[in-house]
C-alpha cells in the first residue's frame, strides 16, 4: 500500500515560484511512474510533470518553468514551480502507478494511476 500527501500549495503572485512536496510512504520500486497532475475549476484533471528512474517528462504547458525532482531516499518528490502566471491556478496532485507493459510515464491519463494524495491547492493571483 503506497500513501502519498502532498504540501508546499499557497497564494503568490504572478511571475512567484512555489515547491511543492510529495511525502510517499511505503514501498515504490523503482518502475515507478511518479506524477504531478492539476485540475483548475471547471477543468479535467491533467497531467503536468513525470518522474520513473530519474528520467523527467512535462507538459508543454510548464515546459522550462517546472521542474520534477525526487530525493535519494525515494520517500519525497517535488515539484518546482517558477515564473507562476494565473492558469496555473489549480488543485495539484501527487500521483503513482506501476508501468504495465507497453504503457508509458509520460503519456500516462489521470485514471490509470492507482494511487493519489489529498492534493494541495495553488493560486496565482495577476
Known amino acids: 500500500q503506497v500513501q502519498l500527501v502532498e504540501s508546499g500549495g499557497g497564494s503568490v503572485q504572478a511571475g512567484g515560484s512555489l515547491r511543492l512536496s510529495c511525502a510517499i510512504y511505503?514501498?515504490?520500486?523503482?518502475?515507478?511512474?511518479m506524477g504531478w497532475l492539476r485540475q483548475a475549476p471547471g477543468k479535467g484533471r491533467e497531467g503536468v510533470a513525470n518522474?520513473?528512474?530519474?528520467?523527467?517528462y512535462y507538459s508543454d504547458s510548464v515546459k522550462g518553468r517546472f521542474t520534477i525532482s525526487e530525493d535519494n531516499a525515494k520517500n519525497t518528490l517535488f515539484l518546482q514551480m517558477n515564473s507562476l502566471n494565473p492558469e496555473d491556478t489549480a488543485m495539484y496532485y501527487c500521483?503513482?502507478?506501476?508501468?504495465?507493459?507497453?504503457?508509458?510515464?509520460?503519456?500516462?491519463?489521470?485514471?490509470?494511476?492507482?494511487?493519489w494524495g489529498q492534493g494541495t491547492q495553488v493560486t496565482v493571483s495577476s
Open positions: 500521483a503513482s502507478t506501476t508501468l504495465s507493459s507497453g504503457s508509458r510515464c509520460s503519456q500516462l491519463l489521470p485514471a490509470d494511476y492507482d494511487y
Open positions: 511505503g514501498y515504490i520500486p523503482t518502475q515507478y511512474c
Open positions: 518522474f520513473i528512474s530519474g528520467n523527467t
